[in-house]
């Protein structure tokens, strides 16, 4: 990997905490002058969060706003909603059912994810998808904590919980 100047993973810091702060202040109620005025506040604060942190976001800077990047996260929303929306209905039936039953357990899986960041993505999709929680990782190896344990074995254990998750975080932070 080439050497990413300050400014840029500045820039990509600021760029990131900007995006944030707007899709969380945007209302479709809010007068053009009103979100002026949060526009400038989350400038500023942005700013102020990027020169704090810009060193431990990214290695990558601007560069990880690659179309082929993008592309992969925004094919893995669905992906991970569909996930989600599954693990929900699953986790519903079996505490409504009775005759469902549960095995939970701690099982180690690996990942073959070497960017921090996506190691990180991997674990938070894990832990948002019901039934299933990271409890830690230690380098390539995910200790989760599972509803149903399905297999002792890591390989296939590691298939059912990752599922499609690792394929594409991998084209997302790799």
Known sequence: MKKVSNANRFAYAFLAFIIVWCTLT????????QYLEEF?????????????SYKHLSQRGLYNLSPKRIGWFFAYIPVFIWAMIKANFDVAYRVLSPKKPIKPGIVR??????NPAG???LANSITLTPGTM???????KYYIHWIY??????????????????????????
């Open 26 to 33: 945007f209302s479709p109620r809010i007068k053009p002058d």
């Open 40 to 52: 400038i506040g989350g400038v500023v604060i942005s700013l102020i969060a990027a020169a704090l």
């Open 134 to 140: 990271t409890m830690q990782i230690i380098d390539d």
């Open 109 to 114: 899986i690996r990942t073959n994810l070497k």
């Open 149 to 174: 344990v399905q297999s002792e074995d890591e390989k296939e254990a590691g298939d059912i919980i990752k599922g499609e998750f690792e394929k594409y975080l991998k084209e997302v932070f790799e």
């Open 119 to 121: 190691k990180l993505a």
